[in-house]
């Protein structure tokens, strides 16, 4: 069985976890504090709940795979086919009313990422790719002579393959990474040090950042200290649209740690040399 078996399945998943999910948006949702007296981690019963009603449906439909999940932890991670959820990836902009957070489902097989999908139900967006392509989903726009680019009602959808755009240098690139903050401190100079040799550089965005890389419009990703659920739905979707997702010393990302992600293997390269100071 294929990755591309799943496909349909996945989308399942999305819809649940959206309809979990929409109701708490911008709602006077309390946040819990998953770290106290260290950096605030927050979460909230939006995340429990799209987790577990993914979980639910993942159980009944394929008993024998694994789960990796950021709320209720692991089971059968040693399976062929693993499941890795971030019910909501980006939660505090999920608790600020910002749009900048996304439902991660990922699917490995044997211990590779197979196929990723991000779901943004709010703006009805979806990422999707499997290493060898990636595509968007969401509103349609139609062009009127008169009053310009405007969206019609759901449910008009737009399908379009996602491609990643040229990228030659550091001085031409765009870099995003969720914020310095959360760079590990032993490596913030070397962040910094990528940032100063940039065209430009944005903050926030979460998943959304590795999204707007593989749809062309950001060249470079750089973080630390991610989990496999930041990132394994993420890898498939990048690759998909020609990109390229490693640790900072070159590996594979799919265990998390210090990523970096490029639009152009130019850039990746340069990237990072220039983190390891050279």
Same mark, same amino acid.
């Given at each position: 069985?294929?990755?591309?078996?799943?496909?349909?399945?996945?989308?399942?998943?999305? +819809?649940?976890?959206?309809?979990?999910?929409?109701?708490?948006?911008?709602?006077?949702?309390?946040?819990?504090?998953?770290?106290?007296?260290?950096?605030?981690?927050?979460?909230?019963?939006?995340?429990?709940?799209?987790?577990?009603?993914?979980?639910?449906?993942?159980?009944?439909?394929?008993?024998?795979?694994?789960?990796?999940?950021?709320?209720?932890?692991?089971?059968?991670?040693?399976?062929?086919?693993?499941?890795?959820? +971030?019910? /909501?990836?980006?939660?505090?902009?999920?608790?600020?009313?910002?749009?900048?957070?996304?439902?991660?489902?990922?699917?490995?097989?044997?211990?590779?990422?197979?196929?990723?999908?991000?779901?943004?139900?709010?703006?009805?967006?979806?990422?999707?790719? +499997?290493?060898?392509?990636?595509?968007?989903?969401?509103?349609?726009?139609?062009?009127?002579?008169?009053?310009?680019?405007?969206?019609?009602?759901?449910?008009?959808?737009?399908?379009?393959?996602?491609?990643?755009?040229?990228?030659?240098?550091?001085?031409?690139?765009?870099?995003?990474?969720?914020?310095?903050?959360? /760079?590990?401190?032993?490596?913030?100079?070397?962040?910094?040090?990528?940032?100063?040799?940039?065209?430009?550089?944005?903050?926030?965005?979460?998943?959304?950042?590795?999204?707007?890389?593989? #749809?062309?419009?950001?060249?470079?990703?750089?973080?630390?200290?991610?989990?496999?659920?930041? /990132?394994?739905?993420?890898?498939? /979707?990048?690759?998909?649209?020609?990109?390229?997702?490693?640790?900072?010393?070159?590996?594979?990302?799919?265990?998390?740690? #210090?990523?970096?992600?490029?639009?152009?293997?130019?850039?990746?390269? #340069?990237?990072?040399?220039?983190?390891?100071?050279?």
């Amino acid at each position: 069985m294929t990755a591309v078996d799943f496909e349909k399945f996945v989308e399942r998943l999305a +819809d649940a976890s959206g309809e979990a999910i929409l109701p708490f948006f911008r709602t006077s949702l309390a946040a819990e504090d998953k770290a106290p007296g260290g950096a605030f981690d927050p979460v909230t019963e939006a995340d429990r709940a799209a987790e577990t009603a993914m979980r639910r449906l993942i159980e009944r439909t394929f008993p024998d795979h694994g789960i990796i999940g950021e709320e209720f932890g692991n089971v059968r991670a040693d399976a062929e086919y693993v499941w890795v959820l +971030d019910p /909501i990836d980006g939660t505090k902009s999920f608790i600020c009313g910002l749009p900048l957070w996304g439902t991660l489902i990922g699917l490995q097989h044997r211990g590779r990422p197979c196929y990723g999908l991000m779901h943004q139900p709010f703006t009805r967006e979806r990422f999707s790719g +499997d290493g060898e392509a990636a595509y968007w989903r969401g509103p349609a726009r139609h062009h009127h002579p008169e009053s310009g680019w405007r969206a019609p009602p759901p449910p008009a959808e737009d399908r379009r393959k996602l491609q990643t755009r040229p990228c030659a240098s550091l001085a031409e690139a765009t870099l995003m990474t969720t914020s310095p903050k959360l /760079i590990d401190e032993r490596r913030r100079d070397d962040f910094f040090r990528v940032e100063a040799q940039t065209r430009l550089s944005r903050y926030g965005g979460d998943c959304y950042a590795y999204c707007a890389l593989a #749809a062309g419009h950001v060249d470079l990703v750089i973080e630390t200290n991610l989990n496999p659920y930041d /990132i394994v739905a993420l890898i498939p /979707i990048v690759e998909g649209a020609g990109g390229i997702v490693t640790t900072w010393d070159g590996g594979p990302a799919a265990l998390g740690g #210090a990523i970096i992600a490029a639009g152009d293997m130019r850039v990746h390269e #340069a990237a990072m040399r220039a983190l390891a100071g050279e």
